[in-house]
């Protein structure tokens, strides 16, 4: 369990945000579901999106569901850490507050999110801890892609050309951890909320 952060008058210590990126079918996902699961201490930013809930999906626990005008609100406000476009129709986001108040209340905080995103989040908050979820080959990479079975084979050939422009963005990262078993990547990624290391940029770490 991660501890509760105090100063030594009693009140919370601000936490650090950690950001988790990766290429595509890395299992990012499956990781921060792993992570919620087994720490429920450590909350797990909810994006907001203007799409429309598939079966089965609760607002503020999937996502927020809000409509193109909210969304455009929370832009223009500045309320927004990151968003983009996903297959040029709907937005998806991270609201800035919730993150904020969650960090500043002294509560263990993790961004599950995509590349494009994490670069948005280093430019709103640069003290962020950023960690690349990297796959223990690429042929594992290509097989657990193939493997979900969701994409036809155009698609797949599109996702593994994005996800070899995304593993030459490791370097950007502050540590790598490698998802070679979701239980140890778990671990890993727990022990660096807890105890974010102090990183010089430009020089990413493995984690032992």
Request: charged content about 25%.
């Amino acid at each position: 369990m991660v501890a509760d952060a105090v100063t030594p008058a009693g009140g919370p210590v601000p936490r650090r945000l950690v950001v988790l990126a990766g290429p595509t079918a890395v299992g990012k996902g499956t990781v921060a579901a792993a992570v919620r699961a087994a720490h429920p201490e450590i909350w797990i930013s909810v994006s907001a999106t203007t799409r429309a809930p598939r079966p089965g999906e609760v607002d503020g626990v999937h996502y927020h569901f809000v409509t193109p005008e909210e969304f455009d609100r929370l832009v223009d406000e500045g309320q927004m850490l990151e968003w983009a476009v996903v297959h040029g129709t709907n937005r998806y986001g991270t609201p800035r507050q919730p993150v904020v108040d969650h960090l500043n209340a002294g509560v263990p905080a993790l961004l599950e999110i995509d590349l494009q995103g994490a670069r948005q989040v280093r430019e709103a908050m640069p003290d962020a801890l950023f960690v690349f979820l990297k796959p223990p080959s690429w042929d594992e990479l290509v097989s657990r892609l193939v493997g979900r079975g969701t994409e036809d084979e155009a698609e797949r050939t599109r996702r593994l050309a994005t996800a070899e422009v995304e593993l030459a963005a490791e370097d950007e990262f502050d540590v790598t951890v490698v998802n070679a078993e979701v239980r140890q990547a778990c671990a890993e990624l727990v022990a660096l909320i807890e105890n974010p290391p102090d990183i010089v940029r430009g020089t990413p770490t493995t984690p032992l």
